[in-house]
């Protein structure tokens, strides 16, 4: 079956552009959480959807930085303003449910602000 | 919130040998701790996973090990081939939910593995 996927793959803009990075779970996935890794570091969690709802959105750098998830698939992640320090990659995961359930990862968006 | 450290950042081992990644954790309500493998250019993928209930756990070439009094946990390569170069991540999930990504993943920074020829 197919896995978690993302779209763009790369994504450049210039600073104070808006992007939106898109997110497709795997069917039947309730569970979606977006990550953020930079240039030679470790994963760092954003935000985390359990369906529609966000119970978890203390990663979120800042305000500039928004999610949401419709119909409990597809989610969308918002970058306002960007800035150079928001380039990193981008990557998105989903689990069956919440608890200790296997998270499984999609590609990633690479993403350049000029 | 959990802190996980990692060591080495680098491993280069040569092939056939094996190679030893570890991970410590802060927080002593953590009880998930999955090992991820990154190839350039993809997303991580999970390669084995331990909960905190087993000490152990082997999969053909691959085993992790979980010391809770220690809060400490280790990945094993044994017999390592070309193909296990790759970025390998170590992470840990807490059931506090007290915020700060507790329903996500909190990962070390990696360790660039490689398998010399």
């Known amino acids: 079956g197919a896995g978690v996927s993302q779209s763009p793959s790369n994504k450049v803009t210039e600073k104070g552009k808006d992007v939106e990075l898109r997110c497709d779970p795997i069917s039947g996935h309730t569970a979606l959480y977006w990550y953020r890794q930079s240039l030679g570091q470790g994963l760092e969690f954003l935000i985390y959807?359990?369906?529609?709802?966000?119970?978890?959105k203390s990663g979120l750098p800042s305000d500039r930085f928004s999610a949401e998830r419709t119909g409990g698939s597809v989610s969308t992640l918002t970058i306002q303003r960007t800035q150079q320090e928001d380039s990193a990659v981008y990557l998105c995961?989903?689990?069956?449910?919440?608890?200790?359930?296997?998270?499984?990862f999609g590609p990633g968006t690479r993403l350049t602000v000029l | 919130g959990e802190n996980v450290e990692q060591h080495p950042s680098t491993l280069s081992v040569q092939e056939g040998d094996s190679a030893v990644i570890k991970c410590t954790y802060s927080?002593?309500?953590?009880?998930?701790f999955p090992w991820y493998k990154q190839e350039l250019g993809k997303g991580p993928q999970l390669i084995i996973d331990i909960r905190s209930n087993v000490g152990e756990k082997k999969d053909q070439r691959i085993a992790v090990t979980l010391n809770k009094t220690a809060k400490h946990f280790s990945l094993h390569i044994t017999e390592t081939q070309p193909e296990d170069s790759a970025v390998y991540f170590c992470a840990a999930r807490s059931q506090t939910y007290s915020g700060g990504g507790a329903d996500g993943l909190t990962f070390g920074k990696g360790t660039h593995l490689i398998i010399q020829p």
């Open positions: 927080d002593s309500a953590s009880n998930y």
């Open positions: 995961a989903s689990s069956l449910g919440r608890g200790t359930d296997t998270q499984y």
């Open positions: 959807f359990q369906g529609n709802s966000a119970p978890d």
